[in-house]
């Protein structure tokens, strides 16, 4: 569960740059992960998923990495952009059901 | 395409008074259902979820209930509310295992 009083961390970047937004999971039995990404006030969006089978998945402007072996997932921003400031939420599938566990979020503020 | 309704985007209502958010979703059948929580600056909190009709389980015990009445509607209710209960609400629908789409949310004030 949260830990009370926690804000959420904030990753500062220029636009322009790359950004390397990083989660640490919690279960190695876990098979699918996913990254979302929420704006103020709306719902969060999907970005990206990758499977348990794979290292590496790139979409547009995105990449996702995991390392199994330290349980760790990064999402990639090429080229940061103004609309890119949102929170930003990795998830993690585990077991049969269809329920997903997520990261307590990143705030990604991209400066002009 | 699919697509995700919650209504009303935003309610106000006094401690003690029921509730009930709706959500539906279009261009699918059988959804998996979802209600979460989200608290100002904090992350998803999972409140309910369903795999069909009639069919829910609940994640977190509290004053709140949530009912599936048609295939595509989900309804979350509370005969009283709490000061507590004042949050970010959000519905998302999935099929089988597969990835979660939200909904716009439903901005809840409770006072």
């Known amino acids: 569960g949260e830990s009370v009083g926690l804000h959420l961390p904030t990753l500062s970047v220029q636009e322009g740059d790359n950004s390397i937004i990083n989660c640490a999971y919690s279960?190695?039995?876990?098979?699918?992960f996913i990254w979302y990404k929420q704006e103020s006030g709306k719902g969060p969006q999907f970005i990206i998923d990758i499977r348990s089978n794979m290292d590496k998945r790139q979409g547009q402007r995105v990449t996702v990495l995991l390392n199994k072996t330290v349980k760790h997932l990064s999402l990639q921003i090429a080229a940061t952009q103004p609309g890119d400031s949102a929170v930003y939420f990795c998830?993690?599938?585990?077991?049969?059901?269809?329920?997903?566990?997520f990261g307590k979020g990143i705030t990604l503020s991209v400066r002009p | 395409s699919q697509t995700i309704h919650q209504w009303p985007a935003t309610l106000v209502q006094p401690v003690g008074s029921p509730l009930s958010l709706e959500c539906t979703v279009e261009?699918?059948?059988?959804?998996?259902l979802y209600w979460y929580r989200q608290a100002a600056g904090r992350g998803l909190q999972l409140l309910f979820y369903?795999?069909?009709?009639?069919?829910i389980s609940s994640e977190v015990p509290q004053n709140l209930s949530a009912s599936r009445p048609q295939d595509r509607q989900f309804i979350l209710s509370s005969k009283k509310l709490l000061l507590s209960d004042s949050g970010f609400y959000l519905c998302?629908?999935?099929?089988?295992?597969?990835?979660?789409?939200f909904g716009p949310g439903t901005r809840l004030l409770v006072l």
């Open positions: 998830a993690e599938r585990t077991g049969a059901n269809s329920k997903l566990t």
């Open positions: 998302a629908w999935s099929v089988l295992r597969e990835t979660q789409y």
């Open positions: 279960n190695s039995a876990s098979d699918y």
């Open positions: 261009g699918t059948s059988n959804p998996n």
């Open positions: 369903s795999v069909g009709i009639g069919q």
